[in-house]
């Protein structure tokens, strides 16, 4: 079994993109000890400035580490890079899972812990590049009370609060709660898209939208950061176009589970699939601002 050190972990960071890179940075600062591993290796090179070891393989990543941390695309990405890491695993790791999988992965992911005597952590996070860069992250948590000491560095490290939902990770409480929270995300990037695009095609200053909302009760930060990068064409990713409209599918899904029709987010994940048909699938997700405008049959 591998013990925890009370403050110092090892973690294995699976998934070196645009949030596990920022993660890993934070685990780095904080002087945690990571060992980082990515499908295309360029994406985790930089980390090793920063001081982290870049494994060759998810299994070398994994071997003596006392925390492996998965940040992934989807759940089938996430079983397979487990799968790969499994000659490295021991009993007695914590798995802290910090991909938005959707409800329906869950399971089969709990089943792949048990299978290799990880102790299994459902802990999605709320938040994007700048967030996990500088360790702001929210964490929504759902494991076992006996891994919770062993993950508490790894969570101070990388958000500003953890919120502890169940002891099940198979509940779907943490789960559960990401897709609410990225209800309202989705929701409101693609009410900023949108606005702006009817603005540009009625011919009224997008700006002139901003000064009308700035300071009052429609105003919030993520209102003016989307729409800055719509009005300037920075399209940056914190968030990518490809990312959004796979989560508002699992949303979709988990509302049709659950006898809830999301039809709002129905409409924004058809409108995230447009936008990455016109090419603009690794940009950030307010990119969804071209679907407004007719590119053919996409």
Known sequence: MVRQPAEHPVVAVLGTGIMGAGMARSLLREGIAVRAWNRSRQRAEP???AGAHIAADPAEAVRGAHVVLTMLTDGSAVRSVI???????KAGQVWLQCSTVGLEALPDLASLAREHGLLFVDAPVLGTRAPAAQGKLTVFAA???????AVAPVLDAIGQRTLWLAEDPESGAATGLKLVANTYVLSLVSGVAEALALADGLGVDGRAFLEAITGGPLDNPYVQTKSEAILSGDFTPSFAVSVAGKDARLIVEAGERAGVRMD???AAAERFRRAEAQGHGGEDMAASYFAGFDKGDV
Request: net charge negative; hydrophobic share 45%; proline share 10%.
């Open 83 to 89: 799968e790969d890491a499994a000659p490295g695993l």
């Open 143 to 149: 494991g076992p009370k006996q891994a919770r000491d």
């Open 47 to 49: 980390l090793a400035e």
């Open 264 to 266: 709002v987010l129905a």
